[in-house]
């Protein structure tokens, strides 16, 4: 007999689960991120400001969408996931570029305000799971956590990169290694699990954008050249492929779960 559905089913998680194609996907975007805000503000010639009221624009579009999925829908989900990248690495960008604020003031400030998020958070949730992110406060919380750490991972990244002339390869390589010790922490000593997720999810962040750096600097400011025109599409193509993996495959999902709750 078909399984019905009852006011005492568990409401849906809004965001997926965390895989190794989510990491994956996570890490495309956010190297996106990087090379499309430059490719917009830089190569475009519209300038900090005129990107970023663009872009808060689209990204206030694609929050209007994911909020009224109600329940995990990739394209929904990453489409907000690469706007709130490009949105992040904007305003990092306005406040050192623009403002003249040290990029060590800004990774502090937006340290401290993903602190104070996570704060507000825990004491209004008793939770920062992203295992049940199922109402639309936990939801509100969620995004403004990405927010910060697509910010601070940009002032971060360009921290180490630039104000401490370590280039953008071996900044890579540092914030690999942070991820690769969290990973360890985590299958090894049993670090709490939520506190992996999100010190992973903060630090993918610079190593994203390091390698995204990388590949679209001119080689006279240690990049390989490729520019940010090949580099944003081709991470872009690459998003679109894995989205559309992800949306064959839970089709496929449920319509065998379907079947097997028919027999």
Known sequence: ??????????????????????WIIKLLAVTMG???????????????PMTSAIMCGL???????????KKYVPWAYWLAVVMISVVGTLVSDNLVDNFGIALETTTIG????????????YASENTLSIHT????????????????????????????AERFDLGYLTTGYIFAGVIALVALGYYLFKLNGILAFWLAYIFTRPLGASFGDLLSQP?????????????????????????AYMTINRRRSKDESLVLDSE
């Open 1 to 22: 007999m078909p399984s019905s559905t009852t006011s005492s089913d568990p409401a849906p998680n809004r965001v997926p689960d965390v895989t190794v194609d989510f």
């Open 34 to 48: 990087e090379t499309a805000a430059d490719y917009l503000a830089v190569n475009l010639g519209l300038g900090l």
């Open 110 to 121: 937006f340290g401290i305000a993903l602190a104070v998020t996570f704060c507000a958070w």
């Open 219 to 243: 080689r006279e400011y240690g990049g390989l050249g490729f520019g940010t025109t090949i580099t944003s599409l081709l991470f872009l193509g690459a998003i679109v492929l894995i989205v």
């Open 133 to 160: 992110i199922f109402t639309t406060r936990r939801e509100i919380f969620y995004w403004f956590a990405i927010l910060f750490t697509f910010a601070l991972g940009t002032s971060s990244g360009d921290l180490v």
């Open 59 to 69: 990204l206030a579009v694609a929050l209007i969408l994911q909020f009224a999925q």
